[in-house]
């Protein structure tokens, strides 16, 4: 039997987590590398930067032809559970990945001054991948399960055919996507900085320990299966609720 591949989506959402990578992660080296004009901006210029860049990310990979526009592994994961189509699995999750890595270069290259000048190895690495503000490894990961769970509940709920029996307004869903992630950061993130996405932490990861980042420290790998399962298992509990619930 012969598989349809829709290179049109798998494009998208190579080239939308690119986006949400270069804004979202852009967002954190500016508001924590010495002598960026952002410098300690805070969280809530953090929390904002995201929800612009998965708006973006979204309706990038929408205009490319991704009606899906999942950017997350988390959410393919969810929509295979709830809809079918296991092929994205092995379609969109090595696209989403390569997005990630890809935007976390061109973080890097866009402050690439900035890096010498902070002396801070552990803000460096908060301009790539996630950590926890405490280090509790299954709280941690309760709070991935979590976050991850609203996300997908949320999402499917604002797309429900209750919610709006017409759909959704044409260019409206990714402006609600961006409102959410932005509420899960504001309510929910101040624990493990909201990772809810394997490839926004995995591939950034990556880039962090193979890049030539002056003076960086460690690449957290013995933290780094809590961003990538927490997220899937919440996603995962989501979706098998989105299906008990017949929402």
Request: charged share 10%.
């Amino acid at each position: 039997m012969r598989v349809m591949v829709n290179w049109s989506a798998v494009i998208g959402e190579f080239v939308g987590t690119f986006v949400l990578i270069v804004l979202g992660n852009g967002v954190v080296a500016g508001a924590l590398l010495n002598k960026s004009k952002a410098q300690n901006a805070g969280w809530i210029s953090i929390t904002t930067g995201w929800a612009v860049a998965v708006f973006a990310g979204v309706a990038v990979s929408a205009a490319l032809g991704d009606a899906d526009g999942h950017l997350n592994p988390a959410f393919t994961l969810a929509s295979v559970m709830m809809t079918g189509n296991p092929i994205r699995l092995i379609t969109y999750i090595p696209a989403q990945l390569l997005g990630a890595f890809c935007g976390a270069v061109a973080v890097w290259l866009q402050y690439k001054p900035h890096w010498e000048l902070t002396e801070d190895a552990d803000a460096k690495f908060a301009c790539f991948a996630t950590a926890p503000a405490v280090y509790r490894p299954m709280w941690n990961f309760f709070s991935e399960v979590l976050g991850t769970f609203v996300l997908v509940l949320v999402a499917t709920a604002l797309f429900s055919k209750r919610v709006s029996p017409a759909g959704v307004a044409a260019g409206l869903g990714p402006m609600l996507v961006g409102a959410l992630v932005w509420g899960i950061g504001l309510s929910l993130g101040g624990t493990t900085g909201y990772a809810i996405n394997p490839a926004r932490d995995f591939g950034p990861r990556i880039a962090h320990s193979v890049l030539p980042i002056a003076g960086k420290g460690g690449s957290g790998w013995r933290y780094a299966w809590v961003p990538i399962f927490g997220p899937l298992a919440g996603a995962a509990l989501a979706a098998a609720a989105v299906r008990v619930l017949s929402m």
